[in-house]
């Protein structure tokens, strides 16, 4: 079963809006042939595969390694404009940088696991500063379905619920933008889509186009943009297309993306990796919530989907029918059974593969982690939701695409105690992946905006 198919969800906005009814929702991803060249000869005779870049492997990859080493460069010195003029505001966010650099060592906290996070202090600290400090203020200009009307049911929906949430937020949010701190682009990357994307065009042109307009538009009616380049404002966006869109125009803003993939563009430090999160439930978006123990998950290894990209064929090529430890499957049939049946193979199993599929993305990675499975990313140039202040390392494995082949040895190579330690990262990490009707400390909606927040306090760059 793969969440990326075509569907039917709700418009859901505020309890104050009506909702608008259904809309038959297009494809998550561009038309062609999932099929890599080495893996199918019809596709690698097709001209239209050859230039997809979704069906191809990257030029280049960048490996978590590597992340860690650009992201300790970007924190040591700002890339962000100067202001064209100072404001007391600036000052207010450096100084909040010192206060979290020179962070009270925290030797236990009830409500934060230490192992989950890069600096537990750190992050403490900046989040104490964040409900204390923080003001943002929203955009009115847009006009609906594009802007201000959230979805908040199926793949893109953690745009659609960071935007319900923060229009909805008294505590952050202010009207007067001169008190602002961070300024919020409130526009849908899917409804862009569903409202402007001719089907079968294979043009998104008018789609960037469209949000070039928005920004000259404030920036004509605003001061604040033209001040920092864009640097103060930030945009939540999880359909695959949003890095295109926002290229150029928005270069300069704190892009929350679920495409997060350094090859496109998303810049470590700067931008936010926005966790991608499919909502089967808008009144419980916890429903099922939860997994087996671990002495009682007796699959190894678990996947199933359809066959998006080129990299879930070469998982399939090695491992689908050939070892009973590793329950590695194609599409799964359509129905209430087979839903049922895919979420109790990830209750039950030890570790969920989760590889791309037509970008970096997959909604596998919380998928597992709502169900309290180990996840195993096999995405090269995937940066992991909130990578500036989570260790991935403590609830997660994270495999270069090379390593297919030997998967099963990899995952038969970790020790049970490591695995036990794992998976108790995984239980503990998960309130931090979590969406609420009414937010709650520490989950997915303000980790999302203390991210915008603590990379906009370690990038800011203050005339004097």
């Not at 595969?49 to 970007?74: A, D, G, V, Y």
Request: glycine residues 4%.
């Amino acid at each position: 079963m793969d969440s990326r198919k075509v569907e039917r969800v709700g418009l859901h906005s505020s309890d104050s809006t009506p909702s608008s009814g259904n809309l038959t929702l297009l494809e998550k991803s561009p038309p062609g042939n999932d099929f890599f060249a080495s893996d199918n000869s019809t596709a690698a005779n097709s001209p239209r595969t050859k230039q997809m870049r979704c069906n191809m492997p990257p030029k280049s990859r960048t490996l978590i390694q590597e992340m860690n080493r650009i992201l300790i460069r970007r924190r040591a010195k700002s890339r962000a404009m100067k202001p064209r003029w100072s404001s007391k505001l600036d000052l207010e966010v450096l100084a909040a940088r010192f206060k979290i650099e020179h962070a009270p060592i925290v030797m236990q906290d009830k409500e934060l696991y230490a192992p989950l996070f890069r600096n537990v202090s750190m992050f403490k600290r900046s989040y104490e500063l964040m409900e204390r400090t923080l003001k943002v203020y929203i955009y009115k200009d847009g006009n609906k379905p594009i802007f201000h009307q959230p979805i908040l049911k199926g793949l893109y929906a953690s745009e659609g619920w960071f935007m319900k949430l923060m229009e909805e937020n008294k505590q952050f949010v202010v009207k007067d933008p001169a008190k602002a701190h961070l300024f919020y682009m409130p526009f849908s990357a899917r409804m862009l889509e569903f409202s402007l994307y001719v089907r079968n065009s294979h043009n998104r042109t008018n789609l960037r186009s469209f949000l070039k307009d928005y920004t000259d538009s404030i920036s004509a009616k605003y001061p604040y943009f033209n001040r920092t380049g864009g640097a103060d404002h930030f945009l939540v966006a999880c359909h695959d297309w949003a890095p295109y869109e926002t290229r150029h125009h928005m270069e300069y803003c704190i892009k929350a993306l679920c495409n997060s993939d350094v090859t496109q563009g998303f810049k470590i430090g700067r931008d936010v990796a926005l966790p991608e999160t499919y909502i089967r439930s808008v009144k419980n978006p916890q429903r099922d919530l939860g997994g087996k123990p671990p002495h009682q998950r007796h699959i190894l290894a678990f996947y199933a989907g359809n066959m998006h990209g080129y990299l879930r064929q070469i998982l399939l090529k090695h491992w689908k029918d050939k070892d009973p430890d590793m329950k590695i499957f194609g599409p799964m049939p359509h129905g209430v059974a087979s839903k049922m049946s895919y979420m109790q193979h990830m209750k039950s199993s030890k570790y969920c593969i989760c590889p791309k599929g037509y970008e970096v993305n997959s909604p596998r990675v919380v998928e597992a982690i709502f169900y309290e499975c180990v996840p195993v990313i096999i995405s090269d140039n995937f940066v992991p939701p909130f990578f500036e202040v989570l260790d991935w390392d403590a609830f997660s494995l994270i495999l270069a695409e090379k390593d297919i082949p030997n998967l099963k040895n990899i995952l038969v190579s970790v020790p049970e105690e490591k695995y036990v330690k794992l998976q108790h990262g995984v239980r503990r990490v998960q309130k931090h992946f979590l969406w609420h009707t009414k937010p709650l400390k520490y989950d997915l909606f303000h980790m999302t905006l203390h991210s915008i927040w603590y990379n906009r306090v370690f990038q800011i760059n203050v005339r004097r």
